[in-house]
């Protein structure tokens, strides 16, 4: 079984594209949280090639993508508390699957 990771992507997609559709892409990940209507962590266990393959037609044409892996051993930071929650839910499935 291959082991979720934590994914940061940066997606200013093509205003001809849906956002309903992007939503329904983001759905393939393990689990995401929307920072902002541009930023998204992805928990996956597809790697960034494979998000740059589902993605790239959202922002062919005129938007920009930029997706790397994250790494959350090191963080801090001033977010809400749902952010916070849902990172350390995912950072203790993490550890489980470590072991």
């Known amino acids: 079984m291959a082991t979720a990771k934590f ?3 940066y997606i200013d997609r093509d205003p001809e594209r ?3 559709d992007l939503k ?3 759905n393939l990940a393990t689990d995401w949280y929307r920072i902002t209507s541009r930023y998204w962590i992805v928990y996956t266990t597809s790697d960034s090639e494979k998000w740059y393959s589902r993605l790239k037609k959202f922002v062919l044409g005129s938007g920009n993508l930029f997706i790397c892996k994250l790494d959350i051993s ?3 930071g001033w ?3 749902d952010f916070w929650d849902w990172l350390r839910q995912r950072e203790g499935s993490l550890d489980r699957e470590r072991v």
């Open 7 to 9: 994914y940061m992507i």
């Open 79 to 81: 977010m809400s508390s």
């Open 74 to 76: 090191e963080r801090q």
């Open 24 to 26: 329904k892409t983001m």
């Open 18 to 20: 849906s956002y309903d």
